[in-house]
Structure formats: C-alpha cells, structure tokens
C-alpha cells in the first residue's frame, strides 16, 4: 500500500488550519458574550488601569496609547458592534468548520465564499485599522481557503 506523502501533509495541514479556525472562532463567541457583560464604561476603565503604569514608565508606548486612543472612542454603538460581529463571525465560522471536518463536500462552496468575504473584510480593516496582528488571521483564511479548494477539487477528481 503507497501512501502519498504529500497528499498525508495536506490532510494534517487542513487539519491543523481547520482546529485554529475553530478555536479562533470560541474566542470570537466567548469574547462577544463578554461585551454583553461588560459595560463600555468598565472597558475604558480596564484599559487605564491596564496602561496607567506603562505610561507613567514611557509615556510613547505604542501599545498603551493606542488602547488608549481607541479607549476614547469607544462607545455603546462601538460595543453593539462587535457583540454583533463578534457572535455572527464565531457562530458562522465554528458552523462551517464544522462541515468542513465532517467533509461536507456541498458546503465547501459556501464555506469558500463566506471565508474570502471574511479575508476581504480582515485585509480592509488591516488597512483602515493599521491592525497588523489581524495578519496572522489573514494568513490563516488565506491557507484554510487555499486547502478547501485543494480538498473539494481531490474530491470531484476522486468521484468522476
């Protein structure tokens, strides 16, 4: 019996891909359901009390002035907002993994199409946000989109 290697890496690659996108959308669920909890006025106020010592220490820390400017405009709307896409990016990703691990080959389309939408959307707020830590989901959705197409095609070579 040959086993194909590279096939073998493909299928622990889809595999590896498939268990972050899951564990990154529980913590987009998880973090969604903490925003119900937590009030924006308690946010504002971790976030001083979280940068108050490193901007006594170097008042041009990126990091804490950053939190701190985005801090300020953070609001109700601002945090109805991401409980909205928080929750719906965690549920419809968590949903599709799901299929995708079941190998559900008639969802893979979909699961293709909704994972470039949330790619175009992670590459624009990489631009308007100047977020580069939301690189590391850019490249997640870009190799998790390349190996579903990988997967769907070796099914429909497999079935005709």
């Known amino acids: 019996m040959k086993i194909n290697i590279n096939k073998l890496n493909l299928d622990r690659l889809f595999g590896v891909a498939l268990v972050l996108k899951s564990l ?5 669920i998880f973090s969604g359901l903490l925003l119900i909890i937590i009030k924006p006025e308690q946010i504002i106020k971790l976030i001083s009390v979280f940068t ?16 701190i400017k985005a801090s ?3 609001s109700i709307s601002a945090n109805t907002f991401w409980i909205f896409y928080l929750l719906s990016h965690g549920i419809i990703k968590i949903i599709l993994v799901g299929f995708l691990f079941k190998r559900q080959y008639k969802i893979y389309p ?3 199409a909704v994972f470039i939408l949330f790619l175009l959307y992670e590459v624009y707020k990489l631009f308007v946000g100047h977020s580069f830590s939301i690189l590391i989901l850019i490249i997640i959705d870009i190799i998790i989109v390349y190996l579903t197409i990988l997967e769907y095609r070796k099914h429909h070579i497999m079935e005709g």
């Open 72 to 74: 300020h405009g953070y």
């Open 24 to 28: 990154n959308a529980v913590l987009e």
């Open 52 to 67: 108050s010592q490193e901007i006594t220490e170097d008042p041009k820390d990126i990091i804490a002035n950053f939190l």
């Open 110 to 112: 979909i699961a293709i």
